[in-house]
Nanobody, 121 residues
Framework: QLQLVESGGGLVQPGGSLRLSCAAS????????IGWFRQAPGKEREGVAC????????NYTDSVKGRFTVSRDNAKNTVYLEMTGLEPEDTAVYYC??????????????WGQGTQVTVSS
């Protein structure tokens, strides 16, 4: 079992930055791939970024490449999503999710409760 708690969401102006955190608790959290997903109102959930347990594999969806950076600190069992150059289209509830694997998938077995990110002037 793994528990995930996101934090760091909020309201930010276009062009601004936010850092989301995903704190994992449970056995062997550092053996899990962690993905960041988001869901905007009226839209399907989409994968944003994924980081493998040892950080050797990192993937981003095209719309955030060059603006978002995912990283992890396994000593703190925490994964971060650094978001810069935020756009109104980034407004969504952001979730972190975990899978006992080197890879993320859409049907991750463990999910956090989500944190709201709103980009607006």
């Amino acid at each position: 079992q793994l528990q995930l708690v996101e934090s760091g969401g909020g309201l930010v102006q276009p062009g601004g930055s936010l850092r989301l955190s995903c704190a994992a608790s449970g056995n062997n959290a550092d053996y899990y791939a962690i993905g960041w997903f988001r869901q905007a109102p009226g839209k399907e959930r989409e994968g944003v970024a994924c980081i493998s347990p040892g950080s050797s594999r990192i993937n981003y969806t095209d719309s955030v490449k060059g603006r978002f950076t995912v990283s992890r600190d396994n000593a703190k069992n925490t994964v971060y999503l650094e978001m810069t150059g935020l756009e109104p289209e980034d407004t969504a509830v952001y979730y972190c999710a975990a899978r006992f694997s080197a890879y993320c998938r859409a049907d991750m077995p463990y999910w956090g409760q989500g944190t709201q990110v709103t980009v607006s002037s």
